[in-house]
């Protein structure tokens, strides 16, 4: 007589299986969370300094007076960071040779970039010496027109791996 051959797998097989997947997904799953926790942090931190550094580049190029130096105004933060103009401050699209004074600076940024805790790129414009960053996140980021201060617009509870505070980078 002649026996049959095993053609499956066994319930306790299987179920060994799906254990082993499953402390497998555990240990990496919270991997991958973190690693994109991280990486939004770390988009924060590169856009921060690019846009610090084209702020002084502005300022430096226009009699030493930051976009919208007294006016609270989102949309002509951006004309001024994304657009060419004078020594003043004014701006234009696109240079022409017959402008006088010449518009010759900018633009700055291509775009004002997404803070990625937030998903959006509106600034809040602020004039005054104190500290009013709102810190509620209806916008992406935080400029002070008077200081030159420019923070990301988060909560005090969204912090870096190291516990540092990442409205206050």
């Known amino acids: 007589m002649k026996r049959a051959t095993k053609q499956g797998f066994t319930l306790v097989e299987i179920l060994i299986v799906v254990i082993i997947l499953g402390i497998l997904a555990a240990i990496v799953i919270p991997q991958f969370t973190e690693a994109s926790a991280e990486a939004r942090v770390s988009n924060i931190m590169t856009n921060l300094q690019t846009i610090r550094s084209q702020l002084l580049l502005y300022k430096t190029q226009h009699l030493e007076n930051y976009p919208q130096n007294g006016v609270d105004s989102n949309d002509d ?42 998903d959006t790129r509106t600034v809040t414009v602020v004039t005054g010496a104190a500290d009013v960053n709102p810190k509620d996140e209806t916008s992406g980021w935080w400029f002070n027109a008077t200081t030159g201060e420019f923070r990301a617009n988060l909560k005090d509870i969204r912090t870096t791996s190291d516990g540092t505070k990442l409205n206050e980078l």
């Open 77 to 118: 933060f951006v004309a001024e960071m994304c657009t060419y103009s004078d020594k003043n401050g004014v701006t234009k699209v696109a240079p022409a040779p017959t402008d006088n004074p010449p518009v010759i600076y900018g633009p700055y940024l291509t775009n004002i970039p997404i803070n990625s805790m937030t």
